[in-house]
């Protein structure tokens, strides 16, 4: 049985993003004059919201963190996003699943306007039938708002959201997607721990592996 509808998410799944956001990272923590955290503990960023992150992981309170993000995107935006790159094999499934006819949204929490505009460089825009993302101000951001607004307007566009799934590398995935009743494929290529992947239903191990997790993987 395959699934109805696909949603991805874009950081650790389609792309590898981490060297566009530590850099950019480590650039905004100097710039505030705080410590640059680790590249170990930098990898803890890529996926989650960074408003989140930068209340949770470096303590800011609401106006510090909104002003750091601020000062992030700046950068992000004239440098970062461009130094994201896909996962090997992955654009080529994602045209085969779209020629195959698979309805197939993009579910993250990176702003729509930046995951459009590594999608277009990596001319991907067209392979993903609905960009799903945070709001520019991230107030939507959390994983659950975001798979929620995915399925809807997969529904709009006319597909069929009985068997969705969704494919992630992130416990925020696995929780997010859980919350809307949708399973998730964790791949083992992304930026989670193992642990992460507790209450997935799968873990694809290369891109191959995913793509007979797609075809074949039963939802019960």
Request: aromatic share 6%; charged share 25%; net charge negative.
């Amino acid at each position: 049985m395959r699934y109805s509808a696909i949603l991805w998410d874009l950081d650790g799944t389609i792309v590898d993003s981490a060297p566009g956001i530590t850099a950019t990272l480590a650039w905004t923590f100097e710039r505030l004059g705080m410590p640059i955290p680790s590249p170990t503990e930098m990898l803890a960023w890529v996926g989650p919201p960074l408003l989140d992150a930068f209340r949770e992981l470096a303590g800011l309170d609401e106006t510090d963190a909104r002003a750091a993000l601020a000062l992030y995107r700046e950068r992000y935006r004239a440098v970062g996003v461009f130094e994201a790159t896909p996962y090997p094999g992955v654009p080529e499934l994602l045209r085969e699943l779209h020629a195959d006819g698979v309805p197939t949204s993009l579910a993250t929490s990176k702003p729509e306007s930046l995951a459009r505009a590594i999608l277009g460089r990596e001319g991907l825009l067209d392979e993903i039938d609905v960009i799903t993302g945070a709001s520019e101000d991230e107030r939507r951001s959390a994983k659950a708002d975001v798979v929620a607004l995915a399925l809807e307007r997969l529904r709009e566009h006319g597909a069929d959201t009985s068997r969705p799934v969704l494919i992630g590398d992130r416990h925020h995935d696995v929780e997010g997607a859980a919350a809307n009743g949708v399973p998730t494929i964790v791949v083992a290529w992304g930026y989670g721990a193992p642990e992460e992947s507790a209450g997935a239903i799968a873990i694809a191990q290369d891109v191959d592996d995913l793509g007979r997790e797609l075809a074949f993987t039963r939802v019960e």
